[in-house]
């Protein structure tokens, strides 16, 4: 079975400085990795995802990320950092039944 | 990318009643989702959508409770069932289009749901 876990519930930064929302991985088949971005107040957004192929990244907004399969990880991250960027992280895994698997959301806040 | 509308947006219920949550999307769409996110919490997926037959459950969602409808590949919809302050919620649509990429999925923007 896939899912995913996200480390740290809640990471603040100062604006300008870099981003690093860490996200690992479970999956027995190679994965197909996501990281949506959800606003305050708002519905869910896809940053990037990972299918095959290049494993850098890159997505809206600035923010990339890095499939490692050694490391079995997918960290998003983003050089510098705006106040607009505060929002809730999502990382998630595609099962082989199609589904979408959510890890637990990482709020990003970014000091002035 | 497909357009998805959910109907109400948000709404305000009683305990012991119950709400029918609409999903609309622009275009046809092979797979649709239904999920929740409690307050706080990130998504859980609650059921897939089958057009014609009875929704696919996850573990610890049952029928009785949430019970949707996919009448044609653009529509859906989720009944929240004999409600309690417990079922207060985002419920997001989910949809994977027609000629899309099989990993592609898109989100609608919600429904908030209170139950007093």
């Known amino acids: 079975a896939q899912s995913v876990t996200q480390l740290g519930s809640h990471v603040s930064v100062s604006e300008g400085a870099l981003v690093l929302l860490r996200c690992n991985y479970s999956?027995?088949?190679?994965?197909?990795l996501f990281w949506y971005v959800q606003y305050p107040n708002q519905g869910l957004q896809l940053l990037l995802k990972y299918t095959t192929g290049a494993t850098l990244v890159k997505g809206i907004n600035g923010f990339e990320a890095e499939f490692k399969k050694s490391e079995t990880s997918f960290h998003l991250t983003k050089p510098s950092a705006h106040m607009s960027d505060a929002a809730e992280y999502f990382c998630a895994v595609r099962t082989s039944a199609s589904k979408i698997i959510f890890g637990s959301g990482t709020r990003l806040s970014i000091r002035p | 990318s497909a357009v998805i509308s959910q109907k109400p947006s948000r709404d305000i219920c009683q305990r012991g009643t119950s709400l029918t949550i609409q999903c609309q999307v622009d275009?046809?769409?092979?797979?649709m989702f239904w999920y929740r996110q409690q307050p706080g919490q990130s998504l859980t997926l609650i059921a897939t959508a089958n057009q014609g037959s009875e929704a696919t459950y996850e573990s610890g969602f049952v029928i009785d409770k949430f019970p949707i409808s996919r009448p044609n590949l653009t529509f859906s919809t989720l009944t929240v069932s004999n409600m309690s302050p417990e079922d207060s919620s985002i419920y997001l649509c989910s949809v994977t289009p027609v000629g899309g990429a099989s990993n592609e999925q898109f989100f609608g923007p919600g429904t908030r749901l209170t139950v007093l």
């Open positions: 999956s027995s088949v190679p994965p197909y």
């Open positions: 275009s046809q769409v092979t797979m």
